[in-house]
């Protein structure tokens, strides 16, 4: 076993990772943060070594000491980037490839939710266009919800208004042979607000993080498509004491017992997505990552030392953290204006003295000393205060004076009452 670590590897190049990394280096306990790929916001703050895959990593990682590594994306997770990783004798934050097959698999999670008596939506499982169509046709209950068993980067979830729509979406999805080979929820339609739960947890036990909300869809518009995150807000303070209660009792309990059962390794963060329905809590989806942009809002809003943090969770022991923060926060994305369907791209972008809020970057690429866009979702812009007004007021005056063409932002991140319809 190799010693405590120096240095530290984050993995990504998102927002997410940035805010991340942004957390190890004020921790001060690290001679050097690397981050793999990382963009041109974290190389501000971190070393950026250019390995953008699996192999790549842990063909480098092989010929460093010791290393603290925080895996962002699920990807790398999937891939079991987290098991190579320790087994080369690293400190790793983040689930064994088999423990990622929550995230990885919808149909997976599905039928572990069913397996524990995990309250979800109903869902039918097809693997072929033929047996969905059939389920199209005969169903009487609009809208319903549609989504790709494996991974697809916050696009693989439809609500479908129509048959017409829903036919339109199985045709496009039959189009890509993997879609349905892994498989096709038709799922049950649920109205109720959603709230993300981050727990850290060693596959045991958890503790929570503050709770946030997040925002999918790209604009309010009740038919605007899903994206990855347009915004989010924490704390989310009207979760009463008997919910989370609840959500302790039959999500969070019965996921540990599930990894206990089936021996399965787990140090990292676990993300439940559910919607608060008139029918109680019930799981839409399991993510065995922070959220992006809840993590945005979570490492500025958690009065932490990260780097301690994640230290202790690598090597299989809870931190002790505070998850009622005595302060709130407020992430705002800028978009290409083509995001989430297409890419503009390219747009050279100019910020300002950002001194009430911090910048993070998502898809951005730096050109000699431009800034430049590279579609998706290119930055995170995030306030804190003392209330959600104060956050969200500091997040907005930084976002209205960047300069970029053809990109957009929602104006109603952390309004409650415009959340209607998300
Ligand atoms: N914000 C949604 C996600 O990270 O999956």
Redesign the pocket.
């Known amino acids: 076993m190799k010693g405590k670590p120096q240095y530290a590897l984050v993995v990504g190049k998102g927002a997410r990772e940035h805010a991340i990394v942004l957390g190890l280096v004020e921790s001060g306990r690290f001679e050097q943060v690397y981050a793999a790929p990382g963009n041109p916001g974290i190389s501000q703050l971190a070393q950026c070594v250019p390995w953008q895959n699996t192999l790549e990593i842990v063909a480098w990682t092989q010929t460093m000491p010791t290393l603290l590594v925080v895996i962002g994306p699920e990807n790398p997770l999937a891939e079991g980037l987290a098991d190579s990783l320790r087994a080369q004798g690293h400190w790793v934050v983040g689930p064994s490839q088999g423990a990622a097959r929550l995230e990885s698999s919808k149909v997976f999670a599905k039928s572990v939710m069913e397996r524990y008596g995990i309250p979800t939506p109903r869902a039918e499982r097809f693997y072929t266009i033929g047996e969905l169509r059939q389920a199209i046709d005969t169903e009487t209950r609009w809208p319903h919800v549609i989504k790709q068993s494996g991974l697809a980067g916050?696009k693989g979830v439809v609500v479908v208004e129509s048959a017409e729509h829903a036919r339109s979406v199985a045709s496009a999805w039959a189009r890509q042979p993997e879609v349905f080979s892994q498989g096709v929820l038709w799922e049950d339609y649920l109205v109720g607000e959603e709230i993300?739960v981050h727990v850290l947890t060693n596959g045991q036990g958890y503790v929570w993080l503050p709770l946030t909300r997040?925002y999918?869809r790209v604009s309010p518009a009740p038919d605007a498509p899903n994206t990855?995150?347009m915004g989010?807000y924490g704390p989310v303070t009207d979760v009463s004491a008997t919910v989370r209660s609840f959500i302790d009792q039959r999500v969070l309990e019965p996921v540990m017992q599930f990894l206990q059962d089936d021996s399965l390794l787990y140090r990292g963060v676990l993300?439940v997505?559910l919607m608060l329905t008139a029918d109680g809590p019930m799981v839409l989806e399991f993510?065995v990552r922070?959220?992006?942009?809840?993590t945005e809002v979570l490492i500025p809003l958690v009065d932490h030392d990260w780097g301690a943090c994640w230290m202790t969770l690598s090597q299989g022991e809870l931190p002790i953290m505070a998850d009622q923060p005595s302060r709130a926060a407020v992430a705002v994305v800028l978009a290409d204006s083509g995001y989430p369907v297409s890419i503009v791209g390219s747009q050279e972008i100019l910020l300002p003295p950002h001194p009430q809020a911090r910048i993070f970057h998502g898809a951005t690429s730096a050109e000699g000393d431009r800034l430049v866009g590279q579609g998706g979702r290119i930055l995170t812009v995030v306030g804190t205060g003392a209330t959600i007004g104060e956050a969200r007021n500091r997040a907005y005056h930084t976002m209205e004076r960047i300069v970029a063409e053809n990109t957009q932002y929602r104006l109603d991140i952390a309004i409650e009452s415009t959340r209607i319809g998300e």
Not at 290 to 294: L, N, Q, R, T
């Open positions: 916050g993300s997040d999918k990855g995150g989010a993300y997505g993510n922070m959220g992006d942009p809840e």
